[in-house]
């Protein structure tokens, strides 16, 4: 069974940064495509980045401050988050889509809450 697991959340100041990793599991089928989004109480959920074979894109909100990567060895992807804001406090959840087909996986959700 597919499983993505996300770690590295936490509580941080206003300007500091935090280092988000989702693990792929329970198949041997590599990332295709992979997203981060965040959902803030009262708000929808909304994509943060995202990395496929024709690169990278980012919201708005994150150009500059946020880097989208992965490790295809370690069937991993990683949200580098620096200059954190207030704002940026939210759920984040990473999604995949993986070689092979057209599902896509949810984690579970890891806190980030950035402190003023």
């Known amino acids: 069974q597919v499983q993505l697991v996300e770690s590295g959340g936490g509580l941080v100041q206003a300007g500091g940064s935090l280092r988000l990793s989702c693990v792929v599991s329970g198949t041997t089928r590599k990332i295709n495509a992979m997203g981060w989004f965040r959902q803030a109480p009262g708000k929808q959920r909304e994509l943060v980045a995202g990395i496929s074979s024709g690169g990278t894109n980012y919201a708005d909100s994150a150009k500059g401050r946020f880097t989208i990567s992965r490790d295809n060895a370690k069937n991993t992807g990683y949200l580098q988050m620096n200059s954190l804001k207030p704002e940026d406090t939210a759920v984040y959840y990473c999604?995949?889509?993986?070689?092979?087909?057209?599902?896509?996986?949810w984690g579970q959700g890891t806190q980030v809450t950035v402190s003023s």
């Open positions: 999604n995949a889509v993986l070689w092979g087909g057209e599902l896509n996986y």
